[in-house]
């Protein structure tokens, strides 16, 4: 299985783009990022996406706790 887990995977990343990607047991991903990222697989946790936007069929909690965490994340339909 290729894809993304665990915990804080693909924080402060500048300039990423991930397209039908697998996050597996993902929690407090995309850290403070400028991402722009359709994951195929839902998350556990969010946390501050600085800028872009995230698609996600499902994600537990989306955290924003430090002030310009305006990253776009967007359920899937």
Do not use: W
């Not at 991402?35 to 698609?55: C, F, L, Q, Y």
Request: charged share 20%.
């Amino acid at each position: 299985m290729e894809g993304f887990f665990g915990t804080q995977p693909l924080c402060y990343c500048k300039g990423l783009r991930l397209i039908n990607c697998e996050m597996i047991g993902a929690d407090l991903a995309f850290e403070r990022p400028d991402v722009e990222a359709v994951i195929t697989t839902p998350m556990i946790s969010i946390k501050n996406p600085m800028s872009g936007h995230i698609s996600v069929p499902a994600v537990n909690e989306i955290i924003r706790d430090i002030e310009g965490a305006d990253g776009v994340v967007e359920l899937q339909n």
